[in-house]
DNA sequence: CTGAAAGCGCTAACAC
DNA sequence: GTGTTAGCGCTTTCAG
């Protein structure tokens, strides 16, 4: 790598006088100007960031971005949002742990030595003992759950009202026997979707009947034949989320029963690549998930710039109505 | 920001001491090092990265991975398997270009600024300048196109071989009025997956029949029922990609014609979140991306070291048969 | 054991 | 106009 040192050398100048020419600064003779231009671009130079960055005050800020699976979806449009919010002046460092919590801890830990400004973690399984070790270091946002340490703020999504409203646009769509295949309750989020659903089921009399299922699209299916196959009366679902409710679909289809009309399903989450590819599309609640991403690198720079006021920011779903639920008002 | 000087200040001795007790080297008496341990935790010291990579011979190397969107599963892909050969030692700075083709030029050509030790610019547009100019400061990796510089590698996929194969295992499955919904000729890519399928029609004696669609679902769409609603006779499609093959299954079963019994269908890329969704499942040529991800990220560090030998590296798509095209042998 | 000193590559006063 | 100097924060000889 070319320094200003072997550009000063080879011009006969001093090390500042580079500097100058190449950042345009100061009064420089036309001569020597172009002499050193020329050099530069022989050798290829380019500025030693580390080294400008200590040099000069400004730094440019990055964040250290962690992912358990950039391949999902869900997490390519939160990073897609961290993305927009770093405009010219910031750099995203992404990190994937390939949904292993163990090398997620690791990155986590390891973050502050690789100069990131602060960190997001896409992730709501962290171990709340990590996430204050980091922040006692760095500034940190996380999402779905609440802390009340002075470096963190948290990103949380109205999952209770989001399931809510899910069940209750079934129920005013004419279903009354209405299950819920919801995720493994150790995950908060789970619960909050469990609650939501219970509410709405609840507040219209109904009995509420949920079921533990998983995230992905076999445990809804399975658990949906299972259903259909004990005799069971049903039609309306509101799943954890679209991948579970596309196996529920499946499972219904298999029963030869129609969707919307002998059972509406609604998922969450609202991955448009999933929902509107299967006929029939799907509803689902949507996470503005974008805008989340967007506001948890906004809160990040404040939090960096040493903005300690806000502790949490809370976003609200919206059901997006499709084919698998609509018109079925009897 | 704590530093080394504030410590050595509090515990009364000098910078290298601490620096040695912080990094478990040399002789420290045992009373200092726990003295400064404790000084150094209190004050949330972080090494400064800069400073030490600065100050150390040996750099945690940073690529620059430059995509047009990561929401696209492709890019997606590559991402994650960039990210697998960046072991413990190097970091992947992502940088989204929205799909903004200023945008990404922009990013590539600051790049260099950030300290990257190199780049890979996964999106075939780029110009050949643009390549040919960073490639003289910092190593470059590109797709789809090859470049005879010392400091650019490139990868590609066999586009010819892939839709070769995939129109050769419709006609073998007794399909013979096959047409090509295909990507606009300007893109490369899509030339030689149109010459791939003409070459297969060929060996077949059977006519080539090729439309320039486009890229999404809708297109698919309405090219097939256009083509439905003319009365041609087809019973085998390729497409240019799996939204395309998507869209063109939508409008087939919208002229309840069953796929593959009446028409096969094969798309291209085989993102199976996709495929694996539709009923039926679709046929597609798959592109090992997160394989592509990873040895490009390898090859750039091979840049980095300075090996120059590798010019390219050429990867072999493979047919994945589901449903939309299987059993159809008459 | 401990610390002074040099230096990584660059910037920014401040002299000349 | 141009060069000297003093750091940025850290690591690493090398004396003591």
């Known amino acids: ?7 000063a ?7 500042s006088t580079v500097s100058k020419v190449l950042n345009g600064k100061g009064k420089v003779s036309e001569k020597k100007r172009r002499e050193i231009l020329k050099v530069a671009k022989e050798l290829g130079y380019t500025p030693d960031f580390h080294a400008r960055t200590m040099a000069k005050r400004t730094q440019i800020t990055t964040v250290g971005l962690i992912v358990p699976d950039i391949i999902n979806p869900f997490f390519a449009r939160l990073t897609r949002g961290v993305e927009k919010a770093c405009g010219e002046d910031s750099l995203v460092i992404l990190m994937d742990s390939f949904r ?11 973050a502050r030595f690789f100069g990131v400004g602060g960190i997001i973690i896409g992730n709501s399984r962290v171990s ?11 500034p940190v946002v996380v999402f779905d759950k609440d802390y009340d340490h002075e470096n963190v703020v948290s990103i949380v999504l109205d999952n209770f009202y989001g399931a809510y409203s899910a069940t209750k646009h079934l129920i005013e769509n004419g279903c009354s026997n209405i299950v819920h295949l919801g995720g493994t309750y150790e ?5 909050q979707r469990l609650e939501g659903y219970r509410a709405a089921m609840k507040e219209f009399n109904l009995k509420a009947i949920a079921y533990p299922v998983g995230y992905d699209e076999d445990k809804g299916y399975q658990k949906m034949k299972e259903i259909l196959s ?3 009366r049903v039609d309306g679902v509101f799943c954890m989320n679209d991948l579970v409710a596309v196996g529920a679909l499946k499972a219904v289809r298999e029963f030869s029963l129609r969707v919307p009309e002998d059972i509406a399903i609604v998922g969450f989450d609202d991955d448009e690549q999933l ?5 029939p599309s799907l509803s689902s609640v949507h996470q503005p998930v974008e805008e989340m991403g967007e506001v948890s690198a906004k809160l990040l720079f404040e939090l960096i710039k040493g903005n300690k006021k806000i502790k949490r920011y809370i976003f609200s779903p919206q059901l997006v109505v499709r084919q698998s639920s609509s018109k079925r008002k009897e």
Chains 1, 2 share one sequence.
Do not use: F
């Open 1 to 7: 790598m070319a320094t200003l040192k072997q550009i």
């Open 9 to 15: 050398d080879l011009t006969k100048v001093s090390v």
């Open 100 to 110: 292993d919590l163990h090398r997620e801890e690791m990155l986590i830990r390891n």
């Open 128 to 138: 709340d003992d990590l996430v204050l070790e980091v922040s006692s270091y760095i």
């Open 187 to 191: 995950l908060y989020v789970s619960l």
């Open 230 to 232: 004990s005799g069971q």
């Open 275 to 279: 929902c509107e590819v299967v006929s």
